[in-house]
Every structure is written in structure tokens, then in C-alpha cells.
């Protein structure tokens, strides 16, 4: 059987990279990218956006270049990831406390199915959910600290199962509160004068979104094509309500196309972490470590520029954090 997809050796690749115009000076940095990032995530992930067509390059790209450009798109995926799991933290944190408080420290009692409604918009049920966390506690893949609490102690608080349980569940339970509980835990998540039930709404949706590119940094999937759904981003009229100038330009009164073209990707992740990150100095580190990407030697303008064309950022993402930065700075001092 003749394969359509055959072994290349990194010669072999090389020279087939040369021949479609990829500009290819050192011969061994390039067999050193290759089998470091590999053809597929170093060529196939990116040739959408540097090559004119299945077969040519566009002019003056190097495969140092893509190589670099790669580096970065991994320090971004990292940024998401740290800011991610602090992210989950607080979500899990302050949601076992809501439980604990108003139903009580034992999985018997937290969920009782009487705090919860059947199901959900997304035709997800509270028996289903259950199911799987029960399932699991029954197992042999049960992990610490809920096994330990599980052998050793009698029963198993909420703050201790969510450490183990995904995030998926965690906000399925959420999505399936009755709304008395998940007011007094949204209001303990993020303080602003919304209506409570657009709060509840744009909560489920900024975590959906972080859980989403969270999950396609951890599985390696092509992170700079990843877009949100519109009908399940979050609403750029309320976020900008929230954030407001400089992170998000409204423009007589309205949020201009391109801004909300940018919520879609991973700037609408970003913008999700900024109002869930509950204190502006957890807010001044996510803009400072994000500015200190853009600073990195290796990072030149034509490469930024690059990566926030294709990732649909903001033209002027470093002007608008740099000025939201200070902003913050000036607010705390």
C-alpha cells in the first residue's frame, strides 16, 4: 500500500521545506528544530498563515523564524496555563466554601439533589454529574487528598473533592445550582453592580472560556486557530461594562467589530481571567508577567505583530496593558 503521508528523514525534510521556499541558512539548526518541535508543529500548525499556497512559501520567512515564533506561542500557551489554574483555584475555592456554608461538609448532604435542578441549557444532568463523582470516589483511580479523607477521616468535605475532580464538573455543578445559592456564591466570585442573573450568566461563560483554552494548551492542539463560539463567549457589552477602556475601546457606546472579532480567541480568555483574578494585585501580575513576554530579546516587532494578527489580538495589545498596568499601579499606591 502506498502511503500518502511516508517517512522523511530530516534531510529529507529539509529538503523539501528548501524547495518551497522556506529560506533554510543553517543546515544543522534546522535538523535541530525539526526534531525538536517536530514537522507537524513547527510547519503544518503555522503554513496557513506563511504560506501562499500547499507548496510555496511567502517571501523571507526562515525557518529561525518559525522556530522563534513557535517559542513564542508556547510562552503565551504557558502565561494562559499558570493564569488558568489560578483561576480554577479561586472558582473552586470560593464555590466549596458557598457549599460547605449553606449545605453542608459531607458529599451526602452538598449534593442533594435538592440544591440542584435536573438539568441544564446544555441538556447536562445533575444525576449524570453526580454519577461520575461518585464513580470515581468508588474507584481505584480515586488520587489524594480525597482518598486520604476517604480512608482516614468520615466523610469528604467539598474543598477536598475539588482538588480532584475536573474543572468540567466542577462548573457543570455550578451551572445546575439553584439560582439562591449561586447568587450568594457569585457575589463572593466577582463584586460589581450587574443584575445578578447577567453575573451568573457571564460567570458560566468566562469559565467555560478559560476551561476551553486551558484545555487546548494541556492536549497541545493548535492553540493560535482557537476561537470561541459566539453564542457561548462572553458578552463584550458586559465585559466592557466591566473592564472598560483601555482593554476593551467602546466606541459611541459600542464595542467596535474587531474587539469583539478578538474576544472570540484567546484575548477573550484573557479578559475572562482579568475580572475572575480577585484582587488588582493578582490583576497588575497577570499584566505584568504578560508584558514581560513582549519584552523577551527573541521576540521581535514583526514576529508580535505577526502573532496578534493571527491570534486576532488587539493591533495595540502592549499599549492597552501597559496602560491598564499603570492604571493599577497608581490605584494601589
Not at 27 to 50: G, H, V
Not at 61 to 90: C, G
Request: proline share 4%; aromatic share 14%; net charge positive.
Amino acid at each position: 500500500m502506498q502511503f500518502d503521508k511516508p517517512f522523511f528523514s530530516y534531510s529529507q525534510q529539509i529538503n523539501l521545506l528548501q524547495s518551497r521556499g522556506l529560506i533554510i541558512k543553517n543546515y544543522e539548526f534546522a535538523e535541530y528544530a525539526l526534531s525538536t518541535l517536530s514537522y507537524y508543529d513547527l510547519i503544518n500548525r503555522y503554513k496557513r498563515y506563511f504560506m501562499v499556497d500547499a507548496h510555496h512559501f511567502i517571501d523571507d520567512v526562515s525557518i529561525e523564524y518559525l522556530y522563534n515564533f513557535a517559542l513564542f506561542d508556547r510562552d503565551i500557551q504557558f502565561f494562559i496555563m499558570k493564569y488558568s489554574v489560578l483561576v480554577e483555584a479561586i472558582f473552586k475555592t470560593k464555590f466549596s466554601y458557598t457549599l460547605a456554608e449553606h449545605c453542608g461538609v459531607d458529599i451526602k448532604d452538598y449534593l442533594k439533589k435538592y440544591y440542584y435542578k435536573p438539568t441544564n441549557s446544555a441538556n447536562i444532568s445533575f444525576a449524570d454529574v453526580k454519577y461520575r463523582i461518585t464513580r470515581w470516589i468508588n474507584s481505584n483511580a480515586i488520587k489524594n487528598p480525597t482518598r486520604y479523607y476517604k480512608r482516614h477521616h468520615n466523610h469528604i468535605p467539598p474543598w477536598i473533592l475539588f482538588k480532584n475532580i475536573s474543572l468540567g464538573n466542577v462548573i457543570n455543578l455550578y451551572d445546575l445550582l439553584h439560582s439562591d445559592l449561586k447568587y450568594k456564591f457569585v457575589s463572593r466570585l466577582i463584586q460589581n453592580s450587574l443584575p445578578m442573573d447577567q453575573q451568573v450568566d457571564l460567570v458560566l461563560r468566562m469559565m467555560n472560556t478559560v476551561r476551553t483554552f486551558r484545555n487546548c494548551v494541556a492536549h497541545n492542539l493548535n492553540f493560535t486557530e482557537l476561537r470561541t463560539e459566539p453564542l457561548y463567549c462572553p458578552s463584550p457589552k458586559i465585559l466592557s461594562t466591566l473592564l472598560g477602556s483601555p482593554l476593551l475601546v467602546s466606541k459611541n457606546k459600542r464595542v467596535p467589530a474587531e474587539d469583539k472579532k478578538a474576544l472570540l480567541g484567546v484575548y477573550g480568555a484573557m479578559l475572562s481571567m482579568i475580572v475572575l483574578l480577585d484582587s488588582a494585585h493578582l490583576k497588575a501580575t497577570f499584566a505584568q508577567d504578560f508584558l514581560l513576554l513582549l519584552k523577551k530579546e527573541s521576540i521581535q516587532n514583526q514576529m508580535y505583530e505577526d502573532y496578534a494578527k493571527i491570534t486576532e489580538m488587539p493591533a495595540d495589545i502592549k499599549n492597552r496593558f501597559t496602560q491598564f498596568y499603570n492604571e493599577l499601579m497608581y490605584v494601589k499606591t
